[in-house]
Nanobody, 127 residues
């Protein structure tokens, strides 16, 4: 069983920054590709960013490109999402998830491909 726990959400004014963290459990979890999703009220869950097992490959949705940065720390088994220049439209519950493919160089932003999910952390950006 793999557990993912998000932290770092909160309330921030437009233009501000937040850093989300996804902590994974399990000896091999540091080699999973990890994806950040978000879901705003009344909207479908969307892939925001993901990182492959070796960190060589990352992906960003067009809506966050240039503002968000994903990174991983193998020593602490965490994947962080640095979010800058936040806008009200970034308001959502943010989830991290994994398709549990150990050593996968590439990552996916397809929700149906994910096997394990965290419980989510809320981000609210006020105008």
């Amino acid at each position: 069983q793999v557990q993912l726990v998000e932290s770092g959400g909160g309330l921030v004014q437009a233009g501000g920054s937040l850093r989300l963290s996804c902590a994974t459990s399990g000896r091999t979890s540091r080699w999973y590709a990890i994806t950040w999703f978000r879901q705003a009220p009344g909207k479908e869950r969307e892939g925001v960013s993901c990182i492959g097992s070796t960190s060589q490959n990352t992906f960003y949705a067009e809506s966050v490109k240039g503002r968000f940065t994903i990174s991983r720390n193998y020593a602490t088994n965490t994947v962080d999402l640095q979010m800058n220049s936040l806008q009200p439209e970034d308001t959502a519950i943010y989830y991290c998830a994994t398709d549990r493919n150990v050593g996968a160089p590439f990552c996916s932003i397809v929700p149906a491909s994910m096997v394990y999910w965290g419980q989510g952390t809320p981000v609210t950006v006020s105008s």
